[in-house]
């Protein structure tokens, strides 16, 4: 039976890490995570579960410091879940034989659900989340290894469950580093007018607009100029 490592990196994720690992530790024999420097007890749940724990002085985005847990890793695949997500049982018991049917391939996609205020914002998407550990994870926001070969999984998904403040929050901070690469500011304009539309179906557009971000976003994305957030006005 084929086994994979579980990898994360978490910076000042005590607020929900515990119950994370709760849930996944009886199902890895190896657990390595890496703890960017966080105010919070972050690195001391983290002490309590995992096999490695990887100290970085780095703060903020995972992808940076996956390099250097995964030269702790010591099986041939590894699997990576961050700490607001939550892999369902059916994904975890299944990914032994998964792995097993992967065999001939390098890398793994992982369907994902993503709900943003219990609204489901968009169609059920895939991420790549287990690959061999040959391959190296590239130190790059939002990337992945290069494979040759991938293979879908068909069981389970991991669930992607935030507030609208956690979801927009975070994509400003990537637009923040999105220097002048336009497709990655669209993608990232994209998916906070996404949040927005669906959480206001749900809970009205005053709720949006209560937000501290509010008049950042009103600006950046909805009276902007980019095509695909022109093309359907979010507010009425």
């Not at 690195?43 to 995992?50: D, L, P, Q």
């Not at 097993?100 to 993503?114: L, M």
Request: overall charge negative.
């Amino acid at each position: 039976m084929i086994e994979p490592t579980l990898v994360m990196v978490v910076c000042n994720e005590a607020h929900r890490l515990e119950a994370l690992l709760q849930h996944v530790r009886p199902n890895f024999d190896h657990i390595v995570i890496g703890v960017q420097e966080s105010t919070d007890n972050t690195r001391e749940i983290v002490e309590r579960y995992a096999d490695v724990l990887v100290d970085d002085k780095r703060h903020g985005f995972g992808d940076a410091s996956l390099p250097l847990v995964q030269r702790r890793v010591e099986t041939d695949w590894a699997f990576r879940v961050d700490a607001d997500e939550w892999p369902t049982d059916e994904l975890l018991e299944a990914l032994p034989s998964v792995l097993e049917a992967a065999s001939a391939h390098d890398g793994v996609w992982i369907p994902f659900r993503s709900w943003v205020e219990g609204v489901e914002w968009e169609v059920p998407h895939s991420h790549m989340r287990l690959w061999r550990n040959r391959l190296q994870w590239p130190p790059k926001l939002h990337s992945r290894p290069a494979t040759k070969q991938e293979f879908q999984c068909r069981t389970g998904y991991i669930l992607h469950t935030k507030t609208l403040d956690e979801h927009v929050r975070g994509y400003l901070d990537y637009l923040a580093v999105s220097g002048d690469n336009q497709s990655w500011i669209h993608h990232n304009l994209v998916m906070i007018a996404a949040a927005c539309r669906g959480s206001a179906g749900a809970k009205g557009w005053d709720f949006v607009r209560s937000h501290e971000w509010w008049p950042v976003v009103a600006e950046r994305v909805f009276h902007g100029e980019d095509p695909a957030i022109v093309e359907a006005p979010a507010e009425p």
